[in-house]
Antibody, heavy 122, light 103 residues
Framework: QMQLQESGSGLVRPSETLSLTCTVSGGSLETDSYYWDWIRQPPGKGLEWVGS???????YYSPSLKGRVTISIDTSNNQFSLNLSSVTAADSAVYYCARENWDDLDDGFDVWGQGTMVTVSS | DIQMTQSPSTLAASVGDRVTLTCRAS??????AAWYQQKPGRAPTLLIFKTSNLNPGVPSRFSGSGSGTEFSLTITDLQPDDFATYYC?????FGQGTKVEIK
């Protein structure tokens, strides 16, 4: 059974870059059935899609974050990563990595990491 | 961009109740929506995909319906484990959530 695990810095200073990695076990990233996504949730608030990457390296980003977000994939190490630049306190959130299942077209985000809290503070 | 609006924001119910949560899309792009359950401090879990398909392992008291811009999640015979926050999702957009509380 596939599992996802986020890792990275839990504290980032304002104006710096947030960097997180999602390590996937129990399956390969190199499949045309899935997209690999980042979703965040500020404390006490709802879910916000950040962006996604396909195994080919094709990326899609939230328009509200475009210009600050970069997602990359490393299929040899079964990892994908998120970089968010010029962070402010508004970027403080629990960040989840998730598998978006398109095996039979739009089957939802069916596997999630446990999430990692990132706080932006000096 | 699609906006998903859920109602109500909070719903108070009792064990054994039948509850219906609704979700409205700002435009009709697809007839598919998904629903997630989230408990405090935990990641969301997928309940329903493609509007009405139950994710494996999800109890049959959960059901989904809808099309176009209107979607709903119904829980029959509400159980103690069902008190949680529920999110709808279409493409990359999530609703703001409905919290199901104990009455």
């Amino acid at each position: 059974q596939m599992q996802l695990q986020e890792s990275g810095s839990g504290l980032v200073r304002p104006s710096e870059t947030l960097s997180l990695t999602c390590t996937v076990s129990g399956g390969s990233l190199e499949t045309d059935s899935y997209y690999w996504d980042w979703i965040r949730q500020p404390p006490g608030k709802g879910l916000e899609w950040v962006g996604s990457v396909y195994y080919t390296g094709t990326t899609y980003y939230s328009p509200s974050l475009k210009g600050r977000v970069t997602i990359s994939i490393d299929t040899s190490n079964n990892q994908f990563s998120l970089n968010l630049s010029s962070v402010t306190a508004a970027d403080s959130a629990v960040y989840y990595c998730a598998r978006e299942n398109w095996d039979d077209l739009d089957d939802g985000f069916d596997v999630w990491g446990q999430g990692t809290m990132v706080t932006v503070s000096s | 961009d699609i906006q998903m609006t859920q109602s109500p924001s909070t719903l108070a119910a009792s064990v054994g109740d039948r509850v219906t949560l609704t979700c409205r899309a700002s435009q009709s792009v697809t007839d598919w929506a998904a629903w997630y359950q989230q408990k405090p401090g935990r990641a969301p879990t997928l309940l329903i995909f493609k509007t009405s398909n139950l994710n494996p392992g999800v109890p049959s008291r959960f059901s989904g319906s809808g099309s176009g811009t209107e979607f709903s999640l119904t829980i029959t015979d509400l159980q103690p484990d069902d008190f949680a926050t529920y999110y709808c999702q279409q493409l990359k957009a999530f609703g703001q959530g409905t919290k199901v509380e104990i009455k």
